[in-house]
């Protein structure tokens, strides 16, 4: 499950910030949300910790 939440209103570019129960659920996040900066918190990541993801300007999501 994935929950998406949407800033940067005024801004040019929007940038969002989803929310994943694990890094799988990742997947199903579609690719017109994925925006340079935008943010994926996964609750339950690697060893069963919180993980946070950013991503680039090719979609592709970098674990910081």
Known sequence: MNIMTKR??????VTYEHY??????????????ITLGS???????TN????VYMAD???QWHLL
């Open 57 to 59: 300007s090719s979609k």
């Open 8 to 13: 940067g209103e005024q801004d040019n570019v």
């Open 20 to 33: 994943c129960d694990t890094a799988a659920d990742m997947a199903n996040i579609d690719s017109k949300y």
């Open 48 to 51: 069963g910790e919180l993980d």
């Open 39 to 45: 943010i994926c918190v996964v609750v339950n990541g």
